[in-house]
């Protein structure tokens, strides 16, 4: 009785004694309830808020979303009608530059102007319009840049004008002489080529160089020494005259009084008029010196005879010892050349209304290069040919190069080295974050867009031929395409010799040990 009235005793006790205090058992589970609902009860208070910030959080970052699209849409929308409008303006101005010919042609036949602007005898203009045949170029058509005032300078009590030439394409299998060209041929809705040309070009003077301008690499003794010996030269041998720039003009007169008769210029204004008094430049040291007698004229450019005392020389064919054969070969003519073609190139900023409110146009005879600079992330840039989108190139940069440039910077990146003459635009990336990102070559009638995402990490740095370093911020641009005036440089046996001779020269191109011809040989049972 005892054992059973122990668990009793509780229930007893509990029911006399306080009444707000519940029984052990039940008391327990319900206050266990009663925490459970409290703590259920600030879980519903909290969890709409909780859940209603998310919902704002993921509408929030799908209206960024939204306008992050939008903004690429317009930018991409921006890039496509810039490219346009390059490409327009690229147009008329050719058209324009066609016009301008066919209006020179075109002029009434009682009152023939000639280059200076003169009235020129029947006898002249028969001899310009011989000379404008269909087989070649002449010189008012590769040189004229629409100014007639500047063609004839004044010196000292004489009138120079500047030589007139002819260029042809040439065969070098043909006997007869003929000049052959493309003949594509639709007959029986059939199309075929016949007669192709190898498109050498030959320059034929039809009136004799009086001027020449003599363009030297800086700080270098043996260099000095030539141009003073060629300058002598050219002038009691040739009687040229003879232009150099002032710095060393200032040389040669410190050297001695005897070399007063050399002209130079005073200032930038002089310097774009200079291709109406030069009939030739001659240049003394490396590639370098080419380019920067191409970037001396914006405009037409007299052929160039570049002379090697630089280090690598894949644009200077004609060794300076023989100087003076080279050169009255050269004045005397003919000659082979090589026109080598040059970009232009525009920086386009995003706060420009259109392509044409836009900086100078650089030109560029090697290549202009695309790059991170000294930011330490990746290149982010997105590529448009002709409005049709390219890529994006992510890495260290990229190379819109000549063929010309095809030796230079673009094939130390992995691109290829190309004939001169063959007219295309190099799309080289510079250690591109890819496997598969090869090189291309483009036809040279497109338009490059390269602008830099709104998005990327960090600016681009542009440089032209390894100089005018510009900035592009993100959403700037620059557009390239091919310029109109090529840059002529003489040739000493011909374009594809002087190719061939560099590269091996230069670069020991393909140099192999030669296979030893007394090892095993196949026999016919192995055929």
């Known amino acids: 009785?005892?054992?059973?009235?122990?668990?009793?005793?509780?229930?007893?006790?509990?029911?006399?004694?306080?009444?707000?205090?519940?029984p052990p058992e039940n008391g327990f589970s319900d206050s266990l309830s009663m925490l459970n609902s409290e703590k259920a009860v600030e879980e519903l208070i909290q969890q709409p808020i909780l859940h209603g910030i998310d919902d704002h959080l993921i509408e929030f970052a799908e209206a960024l979303r939204t306008v992050a699209k939008a903004l690429r849409q317009a930018a991409e929308g921006k890039a496509s009608s810039q490219a346009e409008a390059s490409e327009w303006k690229r147009k008329y101005e050719l058209e324009r530059s066609r016009n301008l010919q066919l209006e020179k042609r075109a002029m009434p036949s009682e009152k023939h102007l000639d280059e200076n602007g003169r009235v020129a005898s029947d006898g002249a203009v028969e001899k310009s319009d011989k000379c404008c045949g269909e087989h070649g170029i002449c010189s008012h058509q590769v040189l004229r840049d629409g100014e007639h005032d500047h063609d004839a300078t004044v010196v000292p009590n004489k009138m120079i004008r500047k030589a007139s030439f002819k260029l042809s394409w040439c065969c070098n299998g043909d006997k007869s002489n003929q000049k052959k060209h493309d003949i594509v041929s639709f007959e029986k809705g059939n199309i075929t080529t016949a007669e192709r040309s190898s498109k050498q070009i030959s320059l034929k003077w039809e009136s004799p160089p009086q001027t020449v301008l003599i363009l030297t690499k800086p700080n270098s003794t043996a260099v000095r020494m030539l141009c003073s010996e060629m300058v002598r030269w050219l002038k009691e041998q040739k009687s040229l005259n003879i232009f150099v720039e002032p710095r060393v003009r200032t040389e040669l007169l410190t050297e001695s009084s005897y070399y007063q008769f050399v002209q130079t210029w005073e200032n930038d204004k002089e310097i774009l008029f200079l291709h109406t008094k030069v009939d030739v430049v001659v240049t003394l040291g490396g590639d370098g010196t080419v380019l920067?007698?191409?970037s001396m004229f914006k405009g037409p450019v007299p052929p160039i005879v570049p002379f090697s005392l630089g280090s690598l020389g894949f644009m200077t064919p004609f060794y300076s010892e023989r100087f003076k054969e080279y050169l009255d070969s050269i004045l005397r003519g003919p000659i082979s050349i090589t026109l080598r073609h040059r970009l232009q190139c525009h920086v386009i900023s995003d706060s420009a209304k259109s392509d044409l409110d836009s900086e100078e146009?650089?030109?560029?005879?090697?290549?202009?290069?695309?790059?991170r600079g000294i930011?330490?992330?990746l290149s982010n840039l997105e590529c448009y040919c002709d409005n049709a989108f390219v890529t994006c190139v992510q890495g260290d940069g990229l190379i819109l190069s000549t063929t010309s440039g095809s030796t230079a910077y673009s094939l130390a990146a992995g691109g290829s080295m190309v004939h001169p003459q063959v007219p295309g635009i190099l799309f080289t990336p510079i250690c591109p974050h890819?496997?598969?990102?090869?090189?291309?070559?483009?036809?040279?009638?497109v338009t490059i867009r390269v602008q830099v995402p709104f998005n990327s990490r960090g600016h681009a740095w542009a440089s032209f031929d390894g100089k005018d370093r510009k900035k592009l911020a993100p959403g700037d641009a620059l557009v390239c395409s091919m310029a109109t005036w090529p840059v002529p440089t003489a040739c000493q046996a011909d374009s594809t010799s002087d190719f061939l001779r560099s590269i091996h020269e230069g670069l020991h191109w393909n140099l192999r040990k030669t296979q030893s011809f007394d090892g095993p040989r196949e026999t016919h049972d192995q055929i």
């Open 1 to 22: 009785m005892s054992m059973k009235q122990t668990p009793m005793s509780p229930n007893k006790h509990t029911s006399t004694g306080n009444a707000s205090v519940l």
């Open 361 to 371: 146009p650089i030109l560029v005879l090697n290549e202009v290069t695309i790059d």
């Open 434 to 445: 890819s496997l598969s990102f090869r090189p291309l070559i483009l036809p040279e009638h």
């Open 375 to 377: 930011s330490s992330f």
């Open 292 to 294: 920067w007698a191409a």
